[in-house]
């Protein structure tokens, strides 16, 4: 189903869910993931004002639902819980032609020889939590947010071992006149290491914003011309005023983003952090202006 919307159309993912909450009153530092069980109903008007304003893919409220990250919080014993009531949530807001994806973000602890944390262990904490919400029904997956190819590389084997499809993205900052992640890694080298691989799309999301993210398309562009791509940047590149967070891309400067990113032929767009409906809805009346004015030309 996946494969065959893409050879149809560009398809517009969802938006933020982590700042959206934070919006309805999430503390900060406590984990988002945790919001399914006690505030379900708000995860699901995020969800559901996604589905609304015209996206394609909705993702559930899993990002962080693995053990290592929720015992930190000593709910690991609800793990279970947690990642199968995100995905009821969120397959409850769905209409025809929207797809449900899990989302699956980077463990938070460092790969040796980085780190402390071993390739076993990691490989071994994404199995359960691939393992848990394929038992609920899902079959793709975003992984999302990577800083390294290798611990990316461990979440897609658990994927494709369950007989599950994923989409792998990484998150870049400026590098002087670069884009690379956290350890140095940039999409010419992520190309290289995934593009072989029978991943759904290769993207980026989070840490910049629009005018940057298309930049990024453009380096992943250059190096495969044919790789299905996606992305989802900020609503901006996040700015500190006072104590607040603060995004400033508009969702006009979105709209007129996606433009440049259609003629990179990029064909999965959304929004990360500081994004909302309207930021989705923007996308959504772009892209189908621009289809509709190709079929008249």
């Keep these: 189903m996946f494969r065959e919307l893409l050879s149809q159309k ?14 309805k009153g999430l503390p900060a530092g406590y984990p988002p993931e945790e919001w399914n069980l006690s505030h379900p109903e708000i995860v699901r008007e995020i969800h559901q004002s996604y589905v609304d304003a015209g996206a ?49 973000g980077p463990l938070g602890e460092f790969l040796e020889p980085f780190g402390d944390l071993t390739h076993q262990k990691a490989r071994d904490t994404f199995q ?38 994923a989409m792998v993205s990484f998150t870049f900052d400026r590098r002087g006149n670069k884009f690379a992640t956290l350890l ?22 989070c840490g910049t914003g629009m005018k940057e993210m298309i930049a990024i398309m453009a380096e992943y562009r250059k190096h495969h011309p044919h790789l299905f791509l ?26 007129r983003g996606a433009i440049d990113l259609l003629a990179l032929n990029v064909q999965i767009i959304g929004g990360c952090c500081g994004t909302d409906e309207r930021y989705i809805k923007a996308l959504k009346d772009a892209t189908e202006k621009e289809r509709t004015r190709e079929k008249t030309q």
């Design 10 to 23: 560009v398809l517009i993912f969802d938006g933020a869910m982590g700042t959206r909450l934070q919006k």
């Design 56 to 104: 394609d893919l909705i993702q559930t409220n899993t990002f962080g639902a693995n053990r290592l990250r929720l015992q930190k919080y000593n709910l690991a014993e609800k793990i279970r819980d947690i990642n199968r009531q995100a995905v009821s949530i969120a397959r409850s807001t769905l209409k025809p032609g929207v797809v449900l994806l899990a989302s699956i």
């Design 128 to 165: 359960e939590q691939v393992e848990i919400l394929r038992e609920a029904g899902i079959e793709f997956f975003h992984l999302e947010t990577f800083n390294s190819s290798q611990e990316a590389m461990l979440a897609f084997e658990a994927v494709h071992e369950t007989g599950g499809k």
């Design 184 to 205: 140095g890694e940039t999409p010419e080298s992520l190309v290289s290491t995934f593009s072989t691989l029978p991943i759904l799309s290769l993207g980026a999301n």
């Design 230 to 255: 996606s992305a989802k940047p900020n609503a901006g590149v996040p700015q500190l005023r006072g104590e607040t967070v603060v995004y400033t891309e508009t969702p006009e400067d979105f709209a």
